[in-house]
């Protein structure tokens, strides 16, 4: 089993929609990250969380420490939001390592 | 922007050929890091670097080799490369004097390698 779980793998949705996107983890962590990489390939660092809700534009972030969840959420969505968010997890456990999941693909249709 | 860049961006080379990628960064970070990127997979970490001449393994560094000689170079070398490791490599730096526990990545563009 993967120590960091997305859901969905894929989503499409219409512009205007609200966007959930969900991250689980199995291991102690001391931060989670969330990214976002465009279909040009770049990726770009969108919160990094430890503890609560991060909101920046449109975007939120949250995360549930003692559940081992984090969701992000996308308001008013627009095709430019299509890209593939990755969630990744600094772990206690592990060496301070990083570890990713396999990303949520969105697409956005006009 | 952490001013890392990369390169190649593309390389296409055959099975057996020696390669190397090159990250570079202008701001004297001091965390570095090269993933590689699949399908089916998340980013995995290939090796990384806590400061020149100082660098250790990740999970999948079979096959690859890295050198640090100045702070802004991170080199990584495939001695001979496999099409297994037809991939897209990302580099990645960590801001320093960010908090222990608490570093974000930054990742350069990528370089998409193709062994055939």
């Known amino acids: 089993k993967n120590e960091v779980e997305q859901s969905p793998q894929n989503l499409t949705a219409q512009e205007g929609e609200f966007i959930t996107i969900n991250c689980s983890y199995s291991?102690?962590?001391?931060?989670l990250h969330w990214l976002q990489q465009h279909p040009g390939g770049g990726i770009v660092s969108l919160f990094m969380l430890s503890s609560g809700k991060k909101k920046h534009g449109r975007l939120i972030a949250t995360i549930n420490i003692q559940e081992k969840h984090s969701s992000l959420h996308i308001t008013a969505s627009h095709p430019r939001d299509s890209a593939v968010y990755i969630c990744?997890?600094?772990?206690?456990?592990?060496?301070?390592?990083?570890?990713f999941g396999k990303g949520t693909r969105l697409h956005i249709l006009p | 922007d952490a001013g890392i860049t990369q390169s190649p961006r593309h390389k296409v080379t055959e099975t057996g050929t020696p390669v190397t990628l090159r990250c570079h960064q202008t701001e004297n970070h001091r965390y570095m890091y090269w993933y590689r990127q699949d399908p089916g997979h998340g980013l995995r970490l290939i090796h990384y670097s806590y400061g020149v001449k100082d660098t250790d393994k990740g999970e999948v560094s079979d096959g690859y080799s890295v050198s640090r000689s100045k702070t802004e170079d991170f080199l990584l070398t495939l001695e001979s490369a496999t099409s297994s490791q037809t991939s897209v490599y990302f580099c990645a730096i960590t801001p320093t004097g960010t908090a222990p526990g608490f570093n974000e990545q930054f990742f350069g563009p990528g370089t998409r390698l193709t062994v055939l």
């Open positions: 990744a997890v600094r772990s206690e456990n592990r060496d301070d390592k990083i570890i």
């Open positions: 291991v102690g962590i001391s931060a």
